[in-house]
T-cell receptor, first 116, second 118 residues
C-alpha cells in the first residue's frame, strides 16, 4: 500500500542548531516527493519538491532535502533553524495517474518547536 | 497574483445539516482537488476535478460530493454531517491535469475552511 511515514511526531531544537526531519515512503511507481509546511491555523506552503535528476534539492527558506531511493527516504534538512521555522511539516508523495496527475499522500506530520 | 482562495474561513454546523465550501484556484490552474485534514493528522485526499468532471476519488463516502464550474472554481458539498466531519478542508490547485507531475506540475494549497460540527 502507498504510504508516508514521518517517525517523529514532535521535535524541539535550539535556535541556530541544525535540523533533520525524517520521511520514509512506500510507493510502487516512480514517486514524486514534496515537503510542505503548515503554520498554526494556516494552509500548506510548498517548501520543495523532487521530481527527478539531482537527488539533493533546494527549497525556500534555506531548506533542502535528499532523495535516497535505496532507503525510500526523503529527509528534510536545514543547517541553522530560526524561531520562525516553528510549524508543522508534512512529507507527501504523489504519482501520475495514467498520463495525468494523481493525488498526494501525506504523512501525519512532524511538529517543530524552536527553543530560544 | 492571487493564490488559491477558499470560503468561508470558519463555520459551525449541526449534525445532519449540509455544508458547501468554495474554492477559487490559482490563476492559470485548471485542476482542483479537495483534502480533509482532521486535527493532528495529515491531509487526506477527497477528490479531484478537471474539466468539470470528477477524475479521481479517495476513500470518502457519497455524502461528499463536488462540482467544478467553467471558470475552474469548485465547491465541496457534505450532506448529513457527522461529528467526525469536523476538520480543516483544504482546496488545492495545479496548472494542468494532463502530463501530471512528470510535466513539472506543482500543487498549491489554500488556507482552508475550518468546519466544526456540533
Amino acid at each position: 500500500a502507498q504510504s508516508v511515514t514521518q517517525p517523529d511526531i514532535h521535535i524541539t531544537v535550539s535556535e541556530g542548531a541544525s535540523l533533520e526531519l525524517r520521511c520514509n515512503y512506500s510507493y510502487g511507481a516512480t514517486p514524486y516527493l514534496f515537503w510542505y509546511v503548515q503554520s498554526p491555523g494556516q494552509g500548506l506552503q510548498l517548501l520543495l519538491k523532487y521530481f527527478s535528476g539531482d537527488t539533493l534539492v533546494q527549497g525556500i527558506k534555506g531548506f533542502e532535502a535528499e532523495f535516497k531511493r535505496s532507503q525510500s527516504s526523503f529527509n528534510l534538512r536545514k543547517p541553522s533553524v530560526h524561531w520562525s521555522d516553528a510549524a508543522e511539516y508534512f512529507c507527501a508523495v504523489g504519482g501520475n495517474y495514467g498520463g495525468s496527475q494523481g493525488n498526494l499522500i501525506f504523512g501525519k506530520g512532524t511538529k517543530l518547536s524552536v527553543k530560544p | 497574483d492571487a493564490g488559491v482562495t477558499q470560503s468561508p474561513t470558519h463555520l459551525i454546523k449541526t449534525r445532519g445539516q449540509q455544508v458547501t465550501l468554495r474554492c477559487s484556484p490559482k490563476s492559470g490552474h485548471d485542476t482542483v482537488s479537495w483534502y480533509q485534514q482532521a486535527l493532528g493528522q495529515g491531509p487526506q485526499f477527497i477528490f479531484q476535478y478537471y474539466e468539470e468532471e470528477e477524475r479521481q476519488r479517495g476513500n470518502f463516502p457519497d455524502r461528499f460530493s463536488g462540482h467544478q464550474f467553467p471558470n475552474y472554481s469548485s465547491e465541496l458539498n457534505v450532506n448529513a454531517l457527522l461529528l467526525g466531519d469536523s476538520a480543516l478542508y483544504l482546496c488545492a490547485s495545479s496548472p494542468k491535469w494532463w502530463g501530471g507531475f512528470l510535466s513539472g506540475n506543482t500543487i498549491y494549497f489554500g488556507e482552508g475552511s475550518w468546519l466544526t460540527v456540533v
